[in-house]
């Protein structure tokens, strides 16, 4: 028998999720995250570092958006297009909550160690659509010759 190689791209992946808006939940949205990275390819410190990226918005999306509200839910959507993985966190955020976190997040001169940890592991983009924030992660696929 001949040995298998991994010739195929990764696997097609549309998976939606809601995270409660509570501390005791807000990890899920990383280790949900390492396991959708490894299922489309990704190696294990890659997957990691996707990881750490969804973790560190999403704990920022519960802190600061929803203001300690735990009544409110933080929808993670994963899809892969031809050569990327999207992630998107959308929330409605807290009425008494003033500034976006995305505004807070991508501010100049703010010195926030999770800034730089989710920048360089995937693009970030922020955004509002009809009513509800968003937050969207974007990183390529690994290639076949991975």
Known sequence: MSRRHRCSPPPALALNVTIPSDDRFVDLAGI???RVAKFVGFGEDEAERLGTAVDRVAAGVV???FAGDRCRSLD???WTTEHDIEIDLRYRRA???VDAVGRRFA????DLPATD???QAVKVEFGCDNGVDFCRLT???PSEAS
């Open 117 to 119: 940890v989710v920048r």
């Open 95 to 97: 009425a008494r909550h």
């Open 76 to 78: 993670i959507s994963y």
């Open 107 to 110: 501010a100049a001169g703010l």
């Open 139 to 141: 990183r390529a696929l």
């Open 63 to 65: 802190e600061h958006a």
């Open 32 to 34: 949900l995250t390492v």
